[in-house]
Structures are given as C-alpha cells and as structure tokens.
C-alpha cells in the first residue's frame, strides 16, 4: 500500500533523475568525433582534465603542468570562490538567526517570512540587481558622481571574482539564516539558565552552550549553501566579466558552444565527485554524525 | 526586551537592508523616466510599462511560463502528496534513503541536472527540445520542495484523527477525502503556489532545454544584453518580483495557520 502510494513520484524521480544522471556517465566515456558522436568505450575525456604536459600554466603564481588546465584551475577557482561566499554567508545569517530565535517574542512568522520572500523571488532578477548596483553605469558609480566623490566610474567594482562573491552571498545569505535559526530554536533554554545561575557570562555561555549546540544547524546551511554555488552558472556569466567565470561556465561552454557534450559530462561528473568527496571529508573531519547524534 | 535597541537590533534592520535593497533599486528605477538606471533620478514615469504590453515577443513569454508554471505546479503536487502520504503513514523499509534520493535535486547544481536531461533527451532518446522539455525539468526540482512542505504538514497533525475515521467505518479512500486531505489543505495550497513559483522564476533549466520558444526568464536573459532595452527590463522584473513576493507570503501565510506544530523545524 505504502509503496503504491510512492510509486508515482518515485517513478519520476528515477526517470528524470537517475537515468539521465546515468547517461551523463555514459556520455562521459564516449567520444565527440565531428558532428556525431563515437560509442566506443573511452576514458579520453578524463585524461584529458588531467593530462599532464611540460610546460607550465601559471594561475596566480602557482604552476600546473596541465595540457589543458582549465578545468582544474576553474574548479579550484570556483571552490574557492565559493569558500569565500559561504563563510561571509554563515558569518552573516548566523547573528540574524541567533536574533529571531532569542531576541523576536510573539512575531516570529513575520521576521521568518521576510527573510524568506528574497529566496523565492527570480534568481536571475536578484543577480541582475547587482548588475544595476555595481555596473559601470550603475548605481553605485552614478549616486557617487552625483555627490561629487569620483570624477568618473570606478571600474573594479564590476566584473571580477570579487563581484561574484559578493553576488553569491547576498542571494543566499537569507536561504542560510532559516537552517541556524531552527537549531538555535531547539536548544533548550534551561540549559542557558542553569549555566548564567552557576556563573557563566554572556559571551561563555554562547562559546560553550549556544555555539556548540548550534552547529549542526551552521553546518547544514553551509553546505546547503557551498553545494550549488560552486556549480553555479547565472552569476559568473551575469557579474563575473571574463575573469569572473566559474567551472559552470565552461559547462555551458562546452555543451552549447564548442558542441563537446562528452568532455563537458565528463567536466560535469568530476565536478560532482569532487564536491561530494570534498564533502564527505569536511562531514568525517568533524564528526557530523556523532555531534547529531549527541544532539538528539 | 521587544523595545530593546541594542546592536543585535541594528544588526537585523542593516541585514534586512542589504538583501533588500538591490533588489529594490529595480521597481525604483523602473519609474524612472531615463534609458539608464543611473542617479539621479530623473522625474517619475509609467511609460515603461506602458511600453512593455506592447512588446509581443514578451507577451508570448509570459504565456508560456505561465502555461508551464500551472502544469508543473498541479503535476507536482499530485506526486508529491501519495508520495508524502506514503512516507509520513507507512513505516517503509529504506524510507531514509528514498527521502534521501528524492531530495537530491535540492543540492545537485542546476547546471548539471540541466545537462543531464539535455543528454538523456538529444542524444539519447532524440526529442526535439520544446517547452515540455523545459516543463520536464521543472517538475523534476519541484517535487523536493512540494514533498518538504507536505511532509511537515503531514507531520504536523494528529494521525488518530484518521484512525478515529477509519474506527467509525470509513474506507481508507473516504478518510483520505474527508480527514487527511482537508487537514493538509493548507500544505497542498503552499504546495501549489511555491510549485508554480519556481517554474515561473527558474532560468538554468529552461535556458538549456527550451527550443524554439522562449520562457519569461530566458527572454529576460536574453534582453539583459541590450543597454536600451534596460527600462523595459527593469519593468517586466518589477512586475515579476511584486508577483512572487505576493504569492510567497500567500503561501508562508496559509502554511503557518491551522493546526500549530510544536516543530520549531516546521517553519
């Protein structure tokens, strides 16, 4: 009965999920040859993201010895542009989760739906904005040559990793307060008490009650936020300008531009498998399970 | 402690601030009356969106999201409450991992779930790419988020107000009718409504599987190359970002009344 009842979506979940994540794989051992594709079994593709060469490509002072080092550089690039978003995210959303969750009595819906209205609200359009803020024409540039600040725009505010970051951040900051806030909010208050009526200040109880507590939340929004940035594709191409681009980029590159589906499914999976395995390790680094497991 | 004005308060107003106010700058500009979005602000006009009814390519996508959003957001719904139904009331063997595996499209990349139908519908099952393609994907990514919103509510209230009907003699089709499904109403409507929001909004999938005929944000997209265009742009998004807002709080709103859970997770 139960299963029945699961089967539909089940179903359609194996159809359109697995299949053509399956067929990505496939893809990736094949070989593009001209217009069509050749279906001999090949690992070209991979190779060809690690194949080494003598000469050097230099990438901020460190040499890799790559044939074709895009790749590998785009996605070091991307990880850690995508650092640098999650951790400015976290450090933003926590003290606003940590205010709903303590500070708001009575209206707390309020405060929760209006950090929620910008995650659902187009993407696109919330990436564009800062198109208009940071552009060579935008608001930033053209309200401070009103007041008479610059004498003409500034041009490194737009297009450049930096731009990305900050892009990134703020679409996903208010997606990250929601996960800290639920765990703040389940942390029970007489702990708190117990320790300000044994002598601990403000500041140690946070460090030594409310912070660990709260990690497992904290943990889960950085990774609900680290996860798709890193494969991102609107905001490089939108804010990020030439040296903005990110391994997302080079995706869409190959599948719709240079017409190599097999070497961008190939880009794709390892993409995917370097995020999981980067993933699997932070979790086992830090003990995700038995620090969940001592929370319940 | 309401009134307190202490740093954390400040902190939350300038946080509110700073991922409003970008977004804000678009309807502001909109009615200004200038090609650029520059200050300062040249006088107040409504002409540009005047001038965006007129546009018919635009007109044409706003149909086809629309289409596509109403589609995706009944098909979803209609998967995911069996589904949610069926996870939440029967003890499934490896119902961990099947939550598990249906949640996945929440943090895949959209880049490569995009790619991924791409391959599997060109050159593997050789479709033509249409706007069903595009509604294909989008109902892929909707049913994580339709099965989140049920499951809670599903949760949320008390199952021996079901046993209690099936005591009294109904079969399980009339309880499911008469007691499970009013009782998740306001689930299923937040279900619909957010449903048809992510199709109307989302652009990574409908960019790499649409053919001929363009969605609202891949026409958008498409637009934001064209400096002159800029006006008409900031109008249709205006327009665009009003509407969500406005159907995100119907939603929030109807899912948070009714039947309180005492799941501070369930918010």
Redesign the interface.
């Given at each position: 009965?139960?299963?029945?009842?699961?089967a539909?979506?089940?179903t359609?979940?194996v159809l359109?999920?697995l299949?053509?994540?399956m067929?990505?794989v496939m893809?990736s051992f094949w070989s593009q040859s001209g217009f069509d594709?050749d279906r001999s079994f090949t690992l070209e593709n991979y190779w060809k993201l690690i194949e080494p060469s003598d000469e050097p490509t230099v990438w901020f002072g460190i040499p890799f010895y790559l044939k074709y080092p895009i790749p590998v550089i785009l996605m070091i690039k991307s990880l850690v542009m995508s650092l640098v978003a999650t951790i400015a995210v976290i450090g933003?959303a926590y003290?606003?989760a940590?205010?709903?969750a303590f500070?708001v009595?009575?209206n707390k819906?309020f405060?929760?739906?209006?950090?929620?209205?910008?995650f659902?609200?187009?993407?696109?359009?919330?990436v564009?904005?800062?198109?208009?803020?940071l552009?060579f024409?935008?608001?930033i540039?053209?309200?401070l040559m009103?007041l008479g600040l610059i004498d003409a725009p500034l041009e490194f505010l737009l297009y450049n990793p930096t731009a990305v970051i900050i892009t990134l951040a703020?679409s996903w900051?208010?997606f990250a307060v929601?996960p800290i806030?639920?765990s703040l909010?389940?942390i029970d208050r007489s702990l708190l008490e117990a320790a300000a009526d044994l002598g601990d200040s403000r500041w140690q109880r946070f460090w030594r009650i409310t912070l660990p507590l709260s990690a497992p939340g904290t943990i889960a929004a950085s990774?609900?936020v680290f996860?798709?940035t890193?494969?991102?594709?609107?905001t490089p191409t939108?804010v990020g300008g030439p040296g903005g681009t990110m391994i997302?980029s080079l995706?869409?590159l190959l599948?719709?531009r240079q017409d190599n589906?097999p070497l961008?499914?190939a880009v794709?999976i390892a993409?995917?498998l370097v995020i999981a395995v980067l993933v699997a390790l932070l979790l086992w680094a830090i003990g995700y399970r038995k620090m969940r497991a001592r929370r319940s | 402690?309401?009134k307190?004005l202490d740093g954390?308060?400040i902190?939350?107003v300038a946080?509110?601030a700073?991922?409003?106010g970008?977004?804000l700058?678009?309807p502001l500009?909109s009615l200004n009356d200038s090609t650029?979005?520059?200050?300062?602000l040249a006088g107040f006009t409504l002409r540009h969106y005047g001038e965006m009814f007129q546009n018919q390519s635009m007109m044409a996508a706003v149909l086809n999201s629309l289409k596509i959003a109403v589609i995706v957001s009944l098909l979803s719904t209609a998967?995911?409450v069996?589904?949610s139904?069926?996870?939440t009331?029967?003890?499934?063997p490896g119902g961990g991992p099947?939550v598990g595996?249906?949640m996945?499209?929440?943090?895949?990349?959209?880049?490569?779930?995009a790619?991924?139908?791409?391959?599997?519908i060109l050159?593997?099952l050789g479709i033509q790419l249409s706007l069903w393609t595009v509604a294909?994907?989008h109902?892929?990514i909707c049913?994580p988020f339709s099965?989140t919103v049920l499951m809670a509510r599903l949760e949320g209230f008390d199952p021996s107000l079901e046993e209690a009907s099936r005591d009294l003699g109904c079969s399980g089709w009339t309880t499911f009718w008469r007691v499970t499904f009013p009782l998740a109403m306001p689930g299923v409507i937040s279900s619909l409504l957010?449903g048809f929001?992510?199709s109307f909004?989302e652009?990574?999938i409908a960019f790499?599987l649409t053919g001929t005929e363009n969605t609202l944000?891949v026409y958008?997209?498409s637009q934001?190359r064209f400096?002159n265009k800029l006006p008409g742009?900031?109008a249709l998004?205006t327009l665009?970002?009003c509407g969500?807002?406005i159907?995100?709080?119907i939603a929030?709103?109807i899912r948070?009344r009714g039947v309180q859970s005492g799941n501070?997770?369930d918010?």
């Open positions: 009965m139960g299963f029945g009842l699961l539909p979506a089940l359609i979940m359109m999920l299949l053509p994540v067929a990505l893809l594709i933003l003290p606003m940590y205010f709903v500070r009595r009575g819906a405060w929760i739906i209006l950090l929620t209205i910008p659902w609200t187009s993407y696109l359009l919330r564009f904005s800062w198109k208009i803020v552009g024409n935008g608001a540039n053209s309200g009103y703020h900051v208010a929601l806030y639920v909010e389940k990774l609900l996860i798709p890193v494969g991102d594709y609107v939108l997302g995706v869409q599948f719709l589906a961008g499914s794709s993409m995917m | 402690m309401w307190r954390l308060w902190y939350a946080f509110i700073f991922i409003y970008p977004v700058l678009m500009f650029f979005a520059t200050f300062p998967l995911a069996p589904a139904l069926a996870l009331r029967y003890k499934l099947i595996f249906m996945l499209p929440l943090v895949i990349p959209s880049i490569v779930i790619v991924a139908l791409l391959v599997i050159k593997f294909a994907g109902i892929l049913i099965m957010l929001i992510i909004d652009f990574v790499f944000p958008l997209y934001l400096p742009t900031l998004g665009i970002l969500s807002a159907l995100v709080i929030e709103v948070k501070p997770g918010i």
